[in-house]
């Protein structure tokens, strides 16, 4: 299940001020990944995944086309984070 923006607000709302004091920390178990949020943005574009590697960075449309990527490949990959959407960086 996804977690949405108010479920998030929900959990803050339940929090001390103390907690609301710490960082936010990330675990993915699966994928070995931790860390501790240190941004919180909008995404101006959407995020998209190429396939290469898993993790991998996103990137929009415009930096795949810069790497090299044409028009076709780009339709084909799929899109993580779409524009206008929130996403937490660490």
């Known amino acids: 299940m996804s977690v949405l923006a108010k479920h998030l607000l ?12 710490q960082p936010i920390g990330v675990n993915r178990d699966d994928m070995g990944i931790s860390g501790v949020v240190t941004k919180i943005r909008k995404a101006k574009a959407d995020l998209l995944y190429n396939g290469e590697d898993d ?24 899109v993580e984070i779409p524009k206008g959407s929130l996403y937490l960086e660490f």
Not at 11 to 20: D, F, I, R, V
Not at 55 to 74: C, H, N, V
Request: hydrophobic fraction near 25%; aromatic fraction near 2%.
């Open 10 to 21: 929900a959990a803050l709302n339940k929090m001390t001020p103390e907690q609301l004091n």
């Open 55 to 78: 993790p991998s960075s996103l990137k929009t449309r415009s930096q795949l086309r810069e790497d090299g990527y044409d028009k076709e490949d780009i339709n084909r990959m799929s």
